[in-house]
């Protein structure tokens, strides 16, 4: 079975940085639409960033100009770099894969997406 494990969460200050990351093994990542979300205590799951296998890039406004998703296809590793993060941004982070879907018609759509990580939890404090 494939499995996503996602990593690189914590707790930091506002202003301050971090770097998700999300490995899997059986299953190359070149091929597949891939996408970062998370979910605070309380609030529905909402659409980080994607990126499709041609390398179309979408992201949550929220987040536009601070968070950049990337993926090593060599290593199978997909990234969200997170900047100047805000106490909003403080949530559980999940890595999820779509199977024959791409965020570029459907935006991200976590009906899309089939396969997802267990997450890793953010705190960004004031």
């Known amino acids: 079975a494939v499995h996503l494990l996602e990593s690189g969460g914590g707790s930091v200050q506002a202003g301050g940085s971090l770097r998700l990351s999300c490995r899997a093994s059986?299953?190359?990542?070149?091929?597949?639409?891939m996408a970062w979300f998370r979910q605070a205590p309380g609030k529905q799951r909402e659409g980080v960033a994607g990126?499709?296998?041609?390398?179309?890039?979408k992201y949550a406004d929220s987040v536009k100009g601070r968070f950049t998703i990337s993926k090593d296809n060599a290593e199978n590793v997909l990234h969200l770099q997170m900047n100047d993060l805000e106490p909003d941004d403080s949530a559980t982070y999940f890595c999820?894969?779509?199977?024959?879907?791409?965020?570029?018609?459907?935006?991200?759509?976590?009906?899309?997406?089939?396969?997802w990580g267990q997450g890793t939890r953010v705190t960004v404090s004031s």
């Open positions: 999820a894969l779509a199977y024959g879907a791409l965020i570029a018609p459907y935006g991200l759509n976590p009906d899309i997406f089939a396969l």
């Open positions: 990126i499709d296998p041609d390398g179309t890039i």
């Open positions: 059986g299953i190359t990542y070149s091929t597949y639409c």
